[in-house]
């Protein structure tokens, strides 16, 4: 993986957020089983993670399972958890050599205990790693993570550690599961449907969005380059007047 590449555009994302969506549709769309999306999207997954530095972004953050995605049928639930334990078994080594911090947003009681090792022996592997920032959301949903945020503030209040009236957006920020992370500066969703489904929502008060209509297991790195490229061309004002 190549760190700061002369390519770098000037201006681009250094934190890029990708609502990963479009691998059931991709699957059907063939007649093949919808897991053989996620596995396709897998493999995208490692694909855009190596191009990201060359880029110049420096944070990925990735939405893999939402708190809504329990609905599904209890087979597909349990093939994309096959995906990410064997991610962390193939890939785990190469992120930790490589400098990338790797970290896992959502809440973690409701996944497999063997899950939870795997994802809690990553992040402690590459603590003191920098070169690259890694987020990976698994059972998360913005909601849950601001009602979760709330609920360990309250109780910080209730034991006097911080009191009501200090808390400030920094305070909520080092409560929620992205603490210490910068702002996602774009969010990408793919397969042509505009929404967010409870992505970032505190975090992404001032993000650019992009929605395209490529399936996530067809987003190859050079759709991703495009992406990359036209948001240098956006004005972003964050509330004030051009300059
Ligand atoms: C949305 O497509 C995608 C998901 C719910 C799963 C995303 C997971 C991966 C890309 C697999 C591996 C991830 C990692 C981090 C290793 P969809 O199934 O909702 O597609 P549809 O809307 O066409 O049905």
Redesign the pocket.
Same mark, same amino acid.
């Given at each position: 993986m190549e760190c700061g590449s002369s390519s770098e555009p000037s201006v681009g994302p250094t934190h890029v957020a990708i609502?990963?969506? &479009?691998?059931? @549709?991709?699957a059907?769309s063939r007649g093949l089983p919808?897991l053989q999306?996620?596995?396709r &999207?897998?493999d @995208?997954?490692r694909e855009i993670v190596e191009a990201c530095p060359e880029l110049g972004v420096t944070h990925l953050t990735?939405?893999?399972?939402?708190t809504e995605?329990w609905k599904?049928p209890a087979s597909?639930v349990m093939g994309?958890m096959r995906?990410?334990r064997?991610?962390i078994r193939k890939e785990g080594a190469r992120l930790v050599d490589e400098g990338v911090r790797v970290r896992f947003i959502g809440g973690r009681e409701r996944l497999e205990p063997d899950l939870q090792a795997q994802m809690s022996g990553l992040e402690a592997q590459t603590r003191m790693n920098s070169r690259f920032h890694l987020t990976?959301a698994?059972n998360y949903g913005g909601r849950d993570e601001i009602l979760r945020a709330t609920r360990r503030m309250a109780d910080a209040v209730r034991r006097g550690e911080i009191s009501s009236e200090d808390i400030t957006a920094d305070t909520v920020e080092a409560y929620l599961d992205t603490a210490g992370l910068p702002d996602p500066d774009l969010i990408i969703r793919t397969?042509g449907?505009y929404r967010v489904s409870g992505f970032l929502p505190w975090q992404s008060a001032y993000s650019e969005f992009a929605f395209v209509d490529t399936?996530?297991p067809d987003f190859t790195v050079e759709r991703f380059a495009q992406q990359i490229r036209g948001f240098g061309r956006r004005e972003r004002r964050f509330g004030a007047v051009a300059g």
């Open positions: 609502i990963m969506d &479009g691998n059931g @549709r991709w059907e919808r999306g996620h596995r &999207g897998a @995208r997954v990735l939405y893999a399972f939402s995605n599904r597909e994309l995906l990410f064997r991610y990976i698994i397969s449907e399936r996530w």
